[in-house]
């Protein structure tokens, strides 16, 4: 399990810290540079079934976005420049080692977790201040990187560039934080931050899914096409205008809602959707050569 600051236990962080307010676990992890290279997290990038990005920042909070994969003459055209992010979503379903961080927490049930992304950032790099639906946890596992925390639900995303990322502008941040090796940052839902690498190196994130009402309901009416009940008046039928739906008419309505709502169908329907996996599940392991650019002897980082 990760360390825990001192004075704070997985109770303390459960009742005062998780979905409500930041907190920075120093040296969280050690031997966080055996998890995974960049050459492997890079090689990942490069393939189609790896859902990947890459975010060049041109100006202050200007950035072009390419969807992955990434290709070699894309990374060889950026091989000395500053300023560029790649994102590997889902390196838990390629990585043994990185899957197994996911029982480090322990605390926090297992069906709440979603994946493990992993990002890859020269000096300067980052992708704006931004939100998060989910509770995320920062691991810094190379490099050094700065975060800067604002306070939570006190901005709204809107998308400010070309690229259409959805970012925070302005952005005021309340405290800062600059994570070396092993360091941990948990940032709660909603709550606004943005991290710039220091020098070339790689942020972990582990996310923990939080389900929005509209996917909720989504998942439900699946449950009702199932059920396909229908519609009955109510045994006093009250008289109204031949054009009017009468109050007791949408009272029976209502209440034949509320009753299709039982037990067996909301636990199928969030049992459904905190268990969906994020991506279709991939059955064969990636087995081609490393990206040529690693193969000609050139290096990122």
Not at 118 to 134: E, F, K, L, Q
Not at 197 to 220: A, D, K, V
Request: proline share 5%; charged share 20%; net charge negative.
């Amino acid at each position: 399990m990760f360390k825990f600051p001192e004075g704070i236990n997985e109770h303390d962080f459960i009742a005062n810290y998780w979905q409500h307010k930041p907190l920075l676990f120093g040296q969280a992890l050690t031997d966080c540079q055996s998890i995974i290279s960049v050459t492997e997290l890079l090689e990942l990038a490069t393939h189609e079934e790896v859902e990947s990005r890459l975010i060049v920042e041109q100006s202050h909070h200007d950035y072009e976005v390419h969807d992955g994969p990434v290709t070699a003459q894309q990374l060889e055209q950026l091989a000395n420049k500053k300023n560029w992010t790649i994102l590997v979503q889902s390196v838990n379903l390629w990585s043994e080692s990185v899957a197994s961080l996911v029982n480090t927490i322990n605390f926090i049930p297992n069906w709440r977790y979603d994946d493990i992304m992993i990002s890859y950032s020269t000096t300067n790099g980052g992708v704006g201040p931004h939100t998060d639906h989910y509770d995320v946890f920062l691991l810094q596992i190379s490099g050094s990187r700065r975060w800067r925390v604002g306070e939570k639900n006190q901005y709204r995303e809107k998308p400010i560039s070309s690229s259409g990322l959805k970012l925070i502008e302005p952005f005021t941040a309340t405290s800062e934080h600059v994570l070396e090796v092993g360091d941990m940052l948990y940032v709660p839902p909603e709550t606004p931050h943005e991290g710039i690498s220091i020098s070339n190196g790689m942020t972990l994130s582990i996310g923990f899914r939080s389900p929005s009402l509209t996917e909720f309901s989504m998942m439900l009416g699946e449950q009702f096409i199932a059920n396909n009940s229908h519609y009955s008046d109510p045994c006093e039928t009250e008289l109204a205008h031949v054009a009017e739906i009468s109050h007791s008419a949408m009272a029976q309505a209502k209440q034949w809602y509320i009753a299709s709502l039982d037990d067996h169908t909301c636990y199928s329907a969030f049992g459904k959707l905190q268990t969906q996996p994020k991506q279709d599940l991939l059955l064969l392991p990636i087995d081609e050569p490393v990206m040529a650019l690693i193969n000609q002897g050139k290096t990122l980082y």
